[in-house]
């Protein structure tokens, strides 16, 4: 998709989110902060993506259409297991099931809409990229 | 009673005794009189039988001797038997007279009425011829007889009077063992008889094969007293009986939380019951007959109403009517029932405190009307949270985008010829800055909202510890302190506070964080309420235990609520703060939290002007999710 010149570094977070509102915004302020983005629209379109091997972290949502979050993180975990993971979502009874916690989810991995500030995000997102650069 | 027996008992005696003693004597007296007359009479008249038989004897012994003296005219023969016939007894004088005129006298005269005189003529028969020579006079004295007689007065008055007064002593003796004496125990007896001793049986010192009259009087009030025991002990019974049914009802009557008091068909209290005695710190003896409205003027009935109720026999409803005691508002229920029977005409008034139940309709009416909110929130907030979402997120990156600091800013504003300084300047002038700051507000308000209406629903999976309450109250006045200082003008540390806790109290189990929140959003209440009040602003915390749970009473001083608003202060969306300043979810998300999340109970009371006093409730037993009564 877009942002192809950030494909190619390291350490590449991915947001997917099916409203572009919150996932352009978020790209926007993350690149802001120096941190290389590329943005899904649907669980589909993120597996398919090229530069699918450099990404570190995922924002993910958990309602999409069609495939929903918590299947891509399974999928992607699948393929990647050194990936980690954010979830971001509006549902407000949301909870983690034991699968995700396997993958290594804890209660601080998930963000509900809206966080008031996204320096949450950088925060977050730069602790687990050391985690996976170490 | 005591006054006979003192009579009795200082006569000793008895009056009978001495009545009887007294007419026993004038009796022996007049008898004594009679007896002595009587016997004095016939030895009268016996001594003169003897008198007249003892001159017929001189008539028979002396006359022919005296005759024959005569005839030979011997004087001193005459005068020798003259002699002789003087000196028989009760004679007075002799004489004998002859036809030639002699007289021969002896012994004295005397006057004729006190003498019994016999003349016997003096025959002397000389050859066939009788001649009367003389008459011989003989006197008997009366007198001598009667001075007799005088003389054995006394000897009869002695002997008659002796032995009447024997008689007397035998008669009254015999009536005191036969009568007086027991007549005497009976008197003692009866003067001595009290309810106590009706059980003693009147027991005389007498045996006696054939009961007498005393026997039956004393078995006639044997009977009798032992009737009067049997009445008395059936009064008795009855009368506890009465007794005890009386008091059964008056329990009865006392122990309903009710106030009952019956008034007559003039309105005058008839009975009062324990319940008004408390309410209205009246006893019932100084409330019974006066008129109601005199004693108790704070009715929430009036007087004309209860009269109209009994004249018009149609029983007087009012429910859940707002009664003001002091500065406390109380509910009750007001009923008037006439009184049915028409003997005695009026009504009882009955006056139930609902303040309990009112509380908890209005408790169970805004549980529900969160809950539903809950769910209406629940079902919404992902609509709502992802528009949120990108409102915030987009202006906050619009704002870091318009900062000069930012160095991709400045390569940007660069490109495009630009200062982005002056930029900036440029927004700070217009406002823009503040523009994109309040939408971010407006947004984070929008976000708490939808947070707090999600906190309004049941949760079952409460994770539940032990809190020191006092410790976590203390924190989050530390934390309000913060708080208040950053977002207003007003100092928290001049507001005093003052700690009442009740040193070892148990730990309560809760939610730490929904607690705190509790506290938070009560003291931060307080703070903005005192804030408004030009005195010394003072919070008053108070724990303490009430056995099954501790309670927490946050007090300020500020103006306190009207009764109207202190009845809507933990309804959703309700608040007296500006628009902006609150969600007007606070108090509610509070008393949700307390009452449905930890099974308390959340109260508020307010003296306008005074000040507000939250009290929360929590229970030392977890599990119990709804608060008793609103799930009845």
């Known amino acids: 998709m877009n942002g192809c010149t950030t494909c190619r570094s390291r350490g590449l977070v991915l947001l997917l989110d099916d409203e572009q509102n919150i996932r352009d915004s978020l790209a926007e302020y993350l690149s802001d902060c120096g941190i290389a983005t590329v943005r899904a629209e649907s669980a589909e379109d993120a597996l398919a993506l090229d530069c699918l091997d450099d990404i570190a972290v995922a924002v993910v949502d ?22 980690r993971y954010i979830i971001h ?46 | 009673m005591t006054v006979f027996s003192q009579s009795l008992s200082k006569h000793g005696g008895g009056r009978l005794g001495r009545k009887l003693l007294v007419r ?50 011997d004087e001193a023969q005459v005068e020798s038997q003259l002699e002789g016939i003087l000196d028989l007894r009760d004679i007075r004088y002799a004489r004998v007279v002859t036809p030639d005129g002699l007289d021969f006298f002896r012994g004295e005269e005397a006057d004729e009425k006190t003498l019994i005189i016999r003349k ?52 009254v003796s015999i009536v005191y063992m036969l009568v007086t004496r027991h007549l005497r125990r009976m008197a003692l007896y009866t003067a001595e008889l009290n309810i106590d001793r009706l059980q003693e049986p009147l027991v005389l010192d007498k045996t006696s094969s054939t009961p007498d009259e005393i026997d039956i009087v004393v078995n006639a009030f044997n009977a009798m007293r032992e009737n009067l025991l049997k009445d008395i002990r059936q009064r008795e019974e009855a009368e506890t009986k009465l007794k005890a049914a009386e008091g059964y009802i008056r329990n009865i009557l006392d122990s ?32 019974v007959g006066r008129f109601f409205d005199e004693v108790f003027p704070q009715s929430p009935v009036g007087m004309a109403q209860i009269i109209e109720a009994v004249t018009g026999n149609t029983p007087l409803k009012a429910l859940k ?20 029977t028409n003997s005695a005409p009026g009504a009882v008034v009955r006056i139930d405190n609902v303040s309990e139940r009112v509380r908890l309709e209005e408790m169970m009416i805004q549980s529900e009307k969160m809950v539903s909110i809950g769910g209406l929130a629940a079902g919404m907030a992902h609509e709502i949270n992802n528009p949120l979402a990108g409102i915030l997120q987009n202006a906050q990156v619009i704002r870091n985008r318009v900062s000069p600091d930012l160095p991709a800013n400045k390569a940007v504003a660069e490109e495009v010829g630009i200062d982005m300084e002056r930029l900036h300047a440029y927004f700070e002038r217009r406002g823009c800055l503040r523009m994109m700051d309040s939408i971010m507000e407006s947004g984070h308000r929008a976000a708490r909202i939808v947070e707090n209406m999600l906190s309004f629903s049941r949760k079952s999976n409460v994770q539940m510890a032990k809190v020191d309450i006092c410790a976590l109250l203390d ?16 100092d928290f540390r001049k507001i005093r506070i003052v700690r009442e806790y009740e040193p070892d109290l148990p730990f309560v189990p809760c939610e730490e964080s929904k607690i705190q929140q509790v506290f938070f959003n009560l003291i931060r209440n307080g703070a ?7 005195a010394e602003a003072c919070f008053v915390l108070r724990v303490r235990s009430l056995g099954e749970s501790v309670r927490i009473e946050i007090e300020d001083n500020g103006p306190g609520l009207p009764e109207d608003l202190r009845k809507r202060v933990f309804e959703p969306f309700f608040t007296t703060k500006k628009v902006g300043e609150g969600t007007g979810l606070g108090l509610s998300v509070s008393y949700f939290i307390v009452v449905e999340n930890h099974g308390g109970q959340m109260e508020v009371e307010s003296v306008p002007d005074e000040g507000t006093t939250f009290i929360v409730t929590l229970p030392l037993t977890p599990g119990v999710q709804s608060v008793e009564g609103v799930l009845q």
């Open chain 2, 321 to 340: 009517v707002p009664h003001k005691i002091g500065d406390l508002v109380e509910h009750v229920d007001v009923t008037v029932y006439p009184l049915e």
């Open chain 1, 62 to 83: 958990i309602r999409l259409g069609g495939m929903d979050g918590l299947e891509f993180i399974k999928a992607l975990h699948a393929r990647q297991p050194a990936v």
């Open chain 2, 120 to 171: 016997f003529p003096l025959h002397y028969t000389a050859f066939d011829r009788t001649e009367e020579i003389g008459t011989l006079i003989v006197a008997g004295d009366k007198n001598a007889v009667q001075g007799r007689l005088k003389d054995k007065i006394l000897v009869i008055v002695v002997t008659q009077g002796v032995q009447f007064l024997l008689v007397g002593v035998l008669i």
């Open chain 2, 256 to 287: 309903m939380p009710s106030i009952l008091i019956s008034v007559d068909a003039q309105g005058r209290v008839t009975q009062w019951n324990q319940q008004a005695v408390r309410k209205t710190g009246l006893r019932s003896e100084d409330a």
């Open chain 2, 475 to 490: 924190r989050t006045v530390e934390l309000a302190a913060n708080d208040y200082d950053l977002k207003k003008q007003y």
């Open chain 1, 89 to 134: 979502t509006g549902s407000t009874d949301f909870q983690l099931d034991a699968d995700l916690r396997a993958i290594g989810l804890s209660e601080r991995d998930v963000l509900f809409k809206p966080v008031l500030d996204m320096a949450l995000f950088t925060q977050a997102i730069r602790q687990k990229l050391t985690e996976a650069g170490s």
């Open chain 2, 528 to 534: 903005q309420a005192m804030a408004s009040k030009q």
């Open chain 2, 24 to 73: 026993i004597l004038l009796g022996i007296v007049f008898f004594t009189a009679l007896g002595t007359m009587a016997q004095l009479t016939i030895d009268y008249s016996k001594d003169l039988r003897l008198l007249e038989s003892q001159l017929e004897q001189i008539h028979s012994s002396r006359v022919s001797s005296l005759t024959s003296s005569l005839w030979h005219l």
